[in-house]
């Protein structure tokens, strides 16, 4: 096929690879000029601008950071058009951000005005799961077009669940990412306290994998540095997830429970703990330097 990927950070430059190695024909775009520079280098086509991409393609992808970088990329403002000017009908566009459910469906109901199909498609996994394929999507939209999209999709991950209508796929993500917030801060309470009283970080952190506290942190994403030399900890918490990423996702989920008088407690108390670590400077670490919150001072 021929796709037009557009959003070139941590997740969506892998995910652009993967879809060229697996044959398909990229077109790809981001505004970081360092993002296309360093994705060029590994082969990844780049073109002028994100309407330069769209011009032919079958599909389109996009992985930006907000609601308001999706709306203002398909619907325009400040007096600009949006690409879906640009898009032709029949095309079937998947948007893989992370944003708010109200926003998908906006978008995704002027999409289907110009006769293009639109599914939300966020995804869970990191970038390790970026990078090897292995991510999982939560899709909204109809089943149709996801039937259409899953020979790409299949390029890129490994699980695809139909979570429901436009909009169904964010909700279910921002569930997803206000449990794992919660997760990281008590895994991170826990590994802080062990080694607070003089315990290995790395037996430690086994013996809870193996028993009733284990989790997708401690198997995966381990946030005390040289337990896991895969997980961003053990790399000065570069790259990774950020922290002001899982801020804004805690944000959507807080607005969400807001709107629909659903009583998320932890999700609040974590959205305030990343928060306090943003503003002590951590924002650009990803977000299992959470654990600099609770670590005892050596």
């Not at 970080?201 to 030399?229: F, H």
């Amino acid at each position: 096929m021929k796709i037009a990927f557009i959003g070139l950070g941590n997740m969506g430059g892998p995910m652009a690879l993967n879809l060229l190695k697996a044959g398909h024909t990229l077109s790809a775009f981001d505004l970081s000029a360092d993002a296309c520079r360093k994705f060029a280098a590994e082969g990844l086509p780049i073109a002028g601008s994100a309407a330069e991409t769209v011009a032919d393609a079958e599909v389109v992808v996009s992985m930006l950071p907000a609601s308001a970088h999706v709306e203002g990329l398909f619907l325009g403002g400040a007096g600009k058009p949006g690409l879906l000017e640009n898009i032709k009908a029949g095309t079937l566009v998947i948007d893989s951000s992370t944003i708010a459910a109200a926003t998908s469906r906006k978008v995704a109901e002027a999409a289907a005005a110009k006769g293009v199909a639109m599914i939300d498609a966020p995804v869970s996994g990191g970038t390790g799961g970026a990078i090897a394929g292995t991510l999982t999507f939560m899709i909204g939209g109809d089943t149709k077009d996801l039937e259409r999209a899953r020979p790409v999709l299949e390029k890129m991950g490994a699980n695809i669940f139909h979570a429901g209508a436009a909009g169904a796929g964010q909700t279910a993500k921002i569930c997803n990412n206000m449990l794992l917030g919660i997760l990281m801060i008590g895994t991170s309470e826990a590994l802080a306290l062990g080694v607070a009283n003089g315990l290995d970080p790395k037996v430690l952190s086994e013996i809870m994998r193996r028993s009733s506290g284990g989790n997708w942190a401690l198997e995966k994403y381990n946030p005390m540095p040289g337990v896991m030399e895969t997980s961003p900890a053990s790399k000065n918490y570069a790259g990774g997830f950020g922290t002001d990423l899982m801020l804004k996702d805690l944000g959507l989920a807080q607005e969400n429970a807001t709107a629909v008088r659903a009583a998320t407690p932890l999700g609040g108390l974590a959205r305030s703990l990343y928060a306090a670590h943003s503003l002590a400077g951590h924002g650009a670490l990803d977000f299992s330097s959470v654990l600099k919150l609770v670590q005892k001072a050596s």
